[in-house]
């Protein structure tokens, strides 16, 4: 097939399967660091954690916390980043908002949690969890 072209056309040196794997690779190195997704997750949340975050991580298979009243099958991850504690600290000692939403992402029935401090002038100031 590449006989058919000059150097000088798009597809001479790289095929669209290629870039296909590519893409791929680099999905898997730097997204899917498992094949599995509970492990690649838990791979990822230790990852975010050894940076210095903070992480909460239940698996589904991890009993919940003590006198919680959690479901023994609920995934839990909860992510605050050090940015994002440095806000909590210096924003939020007057008012905190949570809200959740459902279903906004592939995964059904995962909400995404919004906190909501104020800042000094009485604006809102988001963090998405």
Known sequence: MHTQYSEHKWDHYITL?????????VKRERVQLDP???NSTWI???NIQS???FVYYKDK???PPEGSNLMRDLF????????QLGWLWLLGNA???????HNVMQYKGVLLFTIMVW???????????
């Open 51 to 53: 940076d210095g975050h």
């Open 61 to 63: 298979r991890d009993p």
């Open 36 to 38: 599995n997704d509970a």
């Open 17 to 25: 399967r290629q870039i296909s794997q590519i893409r791929m690779l």
């Open 76 to 83: 839990i991850l909860c992510i605050q980043t050090k940015l």
């Open 95 to 101: 008012f905190l908002g949570i809200d959740a939403m």
């Open 119 to 129: 800042d000094h002038w009485g604006h809102g100031a988001s963090f998405q969890f």
């Open 44 to 46: 990822w949340a230790r």
